[in-house]
């Protein structure tokens, strides 16, 4: 989609640190880490976010969480525990407006807000 900064990393237009790729997901290292380890996984195709899934494409879903389970078990904190996010809408946080979910680690998360 034309303005997609996600879309563009996906066409390898701009670059980024990619730790997982196949035809549908893409796993980038977050150019601004909020945690130790903090890695978007993508779908290539554009989605908007979350509020955006039907049946039609939910299988993406699938790909994200396997794509999340072998960069979690790459980067050494698949024992450790990490947090799978995803932000929907403005209201929520979201400033990237193609769907992608935060794989955060590497951190001890507790206390916990949620
Ligand atoms: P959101 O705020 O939409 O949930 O998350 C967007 C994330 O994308 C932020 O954590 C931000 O640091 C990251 N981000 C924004 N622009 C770029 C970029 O050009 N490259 C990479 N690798 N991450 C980006
Ligand atoms: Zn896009």
Do not use: W
């Not at 034309?2 to 879309?7: E, N, R, V």
């Not at 640190?17 to 380890?37: F, M, Q």
């Not at 039609?56 to 050494?76: K, M, P, R, T």
């Amino acid at each position: 989609m034309d303005g997609c900064i996600f879309c563009k990393i996906i066409k390898k237009e701009l670059p980024s640190t990619i730790y997982y790729e196949n035809e549908r997901v893409i796993a980038i290292k977050d150019i601004n880490p909020a945690t130790p380890v903090h890695v978007l996984i993508i779908p290539k195709e554009h989605i908007e976010s979350v509020k955006d899934i039907t049946s039609d494409n939910a299988n993406v879903l699938i790909d994200i969480h396997i794509a999340a389970n072998a960069v979690a078990e790459q980067l050494g904190i698949k024992d450790k525990g990490y947090r799978l996010i995803t932000n929907c809408g403005k209201g929520a946080g979201q400033t990237v407006f193609h769907l992608h979910y935060h794989l955060l680690g590497g951190i001890e998360m507790n206390p916990k807000i949620i």
